[in-house]
């Protein structure tokens, strides 16, 4: 049973481009889970989804960023026109069920020149 | 407010010595769990904690759970250099099912 995959691991964007982040969730996982992590810093909660459904985008800033996870398919968060302190590690984890249990993916470690 | 506490949140030790991560909580609870990360790495589970009065030992690392008390410890015994890394502990908030993790504790282990 493969683990929670994200691609791409490391990517480079300039200022004002477009980033998207995939994430494919571990087989029979249906809830997915976004964190931003800063260097030497905590997980920072971004949304909560189920297939097609946003159950929880409290910690998604109100613009930019839109988080996606259709009924086929990888969980894509989008960031749009990226600004430097977009740079961050963004992890993702997915759940069979909404009761806490989470598996990490290896994140995806963005930089913005 | 609601808070994961975690202290302290940065340890540097020596090898060899024992020592306990303390991670306190303000919500109520009965289910929580520990993680490690390595620097440049992803989120590794270590324990879930699943009643009040849990212990689970893995190795050096054991951990426990008092859901009276609100708290969790992660105790680490005759430390290893391998065992720097930073630990998390994260609680699963009953009413909603939120969960809240702690600021993590970085744990550094000389030779």
């Known amino acids: 049973n493969a683990g929670v995959m994200q691609n791409p691991r490391h990517l480079v964007r300039r200022r004002g481009q477009e980033a998207r982040l995939r994430c494919s969730p571990m087989k029979g996982h249906s809830h997915v889970y976004w964190y931003r992590q800063l260097p030497e810093e905590g997980l920072k909660f971004m949304v909560y989804l189920q297939k097609e459904n946003i159950i929880d985008e409290s910690g998604m800033p109100k613009e930019r960023f839109s988080a996606e996870f259709p009924k086929e398919g990888p969980s894509i968060l989008r960031i749009q026109q990226v600004v430097r302190g977009d740079s961050a590690a963004y992890f993702c984890?997915?759940?069979?069920?909404?009761?806490?249990?989470?598996?990490f993916g290896p994140g995806t470690r963005l930089t913005v020149t | 407010e609601l808070k994961v506490e975690q202290n302290p949140l940065f340890l540097s030790m020596q090898e060899g010595k024992n020592y306990t991560i303390y991670c306190n909580y303000s919500t109520t609870s009965d289910r929580l769990y520990w993680y490690r990360q390595d620097p440049g790495k992803s989120l590794e589970s270590l324990f879930v904690?699943?009643?009040n009065g849990a212990v689970k030992q893995e190795g050096r690392l054991m951990a426990s759970l008092d859901t009276k008390a609100r708290l969790s410890t992660l105790h680490i015994t005759a430390a290893v250099h391998d065992l720097s890394a930073t630990y998390f502990c994260k609680v699963l908030r009953d009413s909603n099912y939120q969960l809240i993790w702690g600021a993590g504790t970085k744990l550094i282990i000389k030779p």
């Open positions: 904690l699943l009643s």
């Open positions: 984890a997915s759940s069979p069920r909404d009761r806490g249990e989470q598996y």
